[in-house]
C-alpha cells in the first residue's frame, strides 16, 4: 500500500481529535505533481515549500501543546497516588483507589505513545515527500530541509520518551506482579479492544510494520522491516474502525 | 493584438526592475505582505504569476476599474501581489491543478508557450479572475498575452529555490526552554506567542510557586511568575499554562473515563482482593501493546537520526574528494562554509547527494568525472540488496 494510503487509513484509527494535526502529504503530493508537468515551476515550488513550513509549524504547535498537558497530567497523577498512599486506606478502598489510578497511568501512557508515534508518521511523510520533490525538481531540498526537521520540537521527543518511562515504572512499582497470562486473556482482550487508544496503538503498530515492509523506492536510507513478537495476536485485534468517517 | 505585446514586457520590467534583488530579500523578510504567510507571499509576488487570485477580493477590483488598460495591467501586477495571500493561494494551486487536469495536461512545456498551453492558460485565468476583471480586459485575447507574458517573465526569473538556504533558517529551530522565535519571518508570523516548551522541571517551580500562592485558585499569574524568577519566562506563558492547570485538575485523566463508564463499571465486581493488586488483564494487555510502540519507535527515531547523520557525513566525503581531486575545475560556490547548504547551493543533483540515484532528468552542472564515478558506486540501486541501512557506508567507501 502507498505512503499515502496508509496514513489516511492511520488518520481514520486514530484519536478524533488529532486527525486534523496529520501532515497534508496528499496535497503535498499534488504539488509536486503541479511541478512535474512543466508549470511555472518557480512558483509551485515556492507553495511547496510554504506548505511544508506551515505543516511543521502545525506540528510544533500541537506537540508542543500536548506536550504541555502531559507534563501536567504526569505530576497530577503522581499527586494522586502520593495522597492514596498518605491517607494510609483499608485494603478495600485501596484496592478500588489503584484500579482508577491504574486505569488512567495506562491510558495516559497510552497516550503520549499515540504522540511519539505522531511524530514519527509525520517525520516519514515529510522524508517521503521530500524525495518525491528531490526526484521530480532534481534539487537538493531533502537533505538539508531534514535536518532542520530533526531539530523541531515535534521530533525532539525526549521529555516525552522520558515521562513514558517514568509510567511504566510507576506502574511496575504500584503493581509489581503483573506478568500472569490466563485462559481469560481473549475475552479481556475483547474488551481493552474497545477502548480508542489501545485500537489507536494497535493501528499505530500495524501502520508501523506496513510501512517497513519495503517498496520499490527501498534505499539506503529507508529502514529495516519491521519484526514485532506477537505478531499474529496484534492482527487479530486490528479491527476496522467502528467510528464513522464524515 | 500583437500592437500590445510590445508594451506589455517594457512594462514589466518597469515593475520588476529589482526582480533578482527582491528575490533575495524575499524569503527571510515579509515583504509587503500579510505576516501570516510570509514566505509564500513574498515569493509569489516576486515572481508576479499574478497566480492565485481570490476573486473574493474586493480592494482588488476596485483598484481595476480606475486604470486604462496598459496602466491598469500595471496596477494588476502591482495590486496581486497585495491580493495574493487573501484566498489561500495553496489551496488556489491545488485548484488550479485540477483544472489543468481536467484539460488533458500532459506535455513538458517548455519556454516556448504552444498553443494548447494558451488556451489553458486562459482557462486557469477565467477561473481565478473575478468578475469585473474580466470585464475590463473585455477581450480574452488580450488576456492571453498578458498570461503569456507574465509566463516569460516567470521563465526568465532568477531560480527561486537557490535561495533555499534563507528558506530553511526560516524554519524555527528550539533549544532550551524558552526560545522567542528564532528567526525573521517566524518572529513577524509568531506576533505576540514566541512558542516556549515546558518541562518537567519548570512545572515543578510552578507547580510549588502556585502552592505557595495559596492553590490554583488563587495563584495570579502575576505572582507565579514573580515566585518562578524565570529569565526570559513570560507573563502569557504563565497564565495559559495555570488556566491548563486548573482544567487538568477539575478534569482528572478523563479521556477513556468518560467514555467507558460503562466499562469500568463492570470491572470492578470482578476484582477479588487477589487481583485487585494488580492490573486487569485489560490493561496489562493494553500496556504490553503500549510498551512495545513505544520501544519500536525509540528504537526507528534512533535509526532515522543516524540514518541522515551518515548521509551528512557521506556528503562531506564528497565534498572533500571533489575538493582534493579536481581543485581547478570544481564549483567555486561549493567552499562548504555550511555544509548542510552547499547542497542547496550548488546544483548538483545526482553526484553531491549520497544516494540519490542518478536519474536521467538530473541536470548536472558539473560533470566532473572524478564525482559521478562515486555516484555511481553508491548508487542505491546496487544497494537494494542491504536492507540494513547501517551497511551502506561500507559499501561506499569501498567505491572510492
Known sequence: ??????????????????????????????LVRLISSGQPSSVVEAAFIQLLDAEIDKFNAFFVEQEEEFIIRQKELQERIKRVMESQPSEAEYAKEM????????????????????????????????????????????????????????????????????????????FPASDQKSQQGEKKALVAMEQTIFRSTVAALMTMQELRKGSSTYGQFSLPPLSLPDMDLLQSFHLPSPIPIL | MSSSLPIIPTSMEDNFPKLPDAQQVSVGRGTRSNPVAPHYASLISNTSFAGPLSSSSPSFSSDVHH?????????????????????????????????????????????????????????WWTDMMNEDWKELLNDTTASESQAKAVYKEVQTSADIPVKQPQIHQSIPSQSGEVCAAPSSSSAVSAAAKPRMRWTPELHESF???????????????????????????????????????????????????????????????SLNLKTSFDLTEALQLQMEVQKQLHEQLEIQRNLQLRIEEQGRYLQLMFEKQSKLQVPSTSDPSTVPSDLTYSAAKVDLPGSSQAGTEVSADAKVIDGSSNKQQMTESCNPVDNKANIVAGSHSSQCKGGA
Open chain 1, 99 to 174: 484500579s482508577k489510578i491504574s486505569k488512567d497511568i495506562v491510558n495516559f501512557h497510552g497516550e503520549m505513545v499515540l504522540l511519539e508515534n505522531y511524530s514519527s508518521i509525520n517525520y516519514t511523510g515529510l522524508a517521503k515527500i521530500l524525495k518525491k520533490y528531490d526526484k521530480q525538481t532534481g534539487r537538493l531540498l531533502r537533505l538539508p530541509f531534514i535536518e532542520k526537521v530533526l531539530e523541531q520540537p515535534f521530533f525532539t521527543t525526549e521529555i516525552i520518551s522520558k515521562l513514558v518511562k517514568e509510567c511504566e515504572s510507576t506502574i511496575d512499582l504500584l
Open chain 2, 207 to 269: 507547580v510549588e510557586a502556585v502552592n505557595q500562592l495559596g492553590g490554583s485558585e488563587k495563584a495570579t499569574p502575576k505572582g507565579i511568575l514573580k515566585l518562578m524568577k524565570v529569565e526570559g519566562l513570560t507573563i502569557y506563558q504563565v497564565k495559559s499554562h495555570l488556566q491548563k492547570y486548573r482544567t487538568t485538575r477539575h478534569k482528572p485523566d478523563s479521556l477513556e473515563g468518560s467514555l467507558k463508564k460503562a466499562t469500568s463499571a463492570d470491572e470492578i465486581p
Open chain 2, 67 to 123: 486604470s486604462s488598460f496598459s496602466s491598469h495591467e500595471r496596477n494588476f501586477i502591482a495590486r496581486s501581489t497585495e491580493v495574493m495571500w487573501c484566498a489561500d493561494p495553496i489551496q488556489d494551486i491545488l485548484e488550479y491543478s485540477n483544472n489543468v487536469t481536467k484539460g488533458n495536461y500532459q506535455e513538458q512545456s517548455s519556454s516556448v508557450m504552444l498553443p494548447d498551453d494558451i488556451t489553458r492558460q486562459d482557462e
Open chain 1, 1 to 30: 500500500m502507498k505512503f499515502g494510503k496508509r496514513l489516511k487509513k492511520h488518520i481514520e484509527e486514530t484519536l478524533p481529535e488529532w486527525r486534523d494535526k496529520f501532515l497534508s502529504y496528499k496535497d503535498l503530493k499534488k
